[in-house]
């Protein structure tokens, strides 16, 4: 199994960015697919969520005004539309695929495959 995000990069504040990640080796469309990301010496945390239809999408109360998680089954790809960037966005951002309960779609440890990170960093 592989997940292999990608779109990271430095932008400035107000700028918007498009995370990607892309799938092999699992039955995608089977999954639920997350976002998350880990600043500098803070826990890892939840973005999004999206279930394995595409139908139902979660996400961190901060962020959700700002951020859209979308997935392309056909591609075996989840994406990650991140506007109106904050330097407190500044973070790795992990892709993650797996089976969690509806009640644990925010906890990372119900999910079993991940991506190495992109990061993202904003800029004041």
């Known amino acids: 199994v592989q997940l292999q995000a990608s779109g990271g990069g430095l932008v400035q504040a107000g700028d918007s960015l498009r995370l990607s990640c892309a799938a092999s080796?699992?039955?995608?469309?089977?999954?639920?697919v997350g976002w998350f990301r880990q600043a500098p010496g803070k826990a890892r945390e939840f973005v999004a969520a999206?279930?394995?239809?595409?139908?139902?999408?979660y996400y961190s109360d901060s962020m959700k005004a700002r951020f859209t998680i979308s997935r392309d089954n056909a591609k075996n790809a989840v994406y990650l539309q991140m506007n109106s960037l904050r330097p407190e966005d500044t973070a790795v951002y992990y892709c993650?695929?797996?089976?969690?309960?509806?009640?644990?779609?925010?906890?990372?440890?119900?999910?079993?495959?991940w991506g190495q990170g992109t990061l993202v960093t904003v800029s004041s």
């Open positions: 993650a695929a797996g089976r969690p309960i509806q009640t644990g779609i925010m906890m990372s440890n119900l999910y079993r495959n």
């Open positions: 080796g699992l039955t995608f469309r089977s999954y639920t």
């Open positions: 999206s279930s394995w239809s595409g139908g139902y999408t």
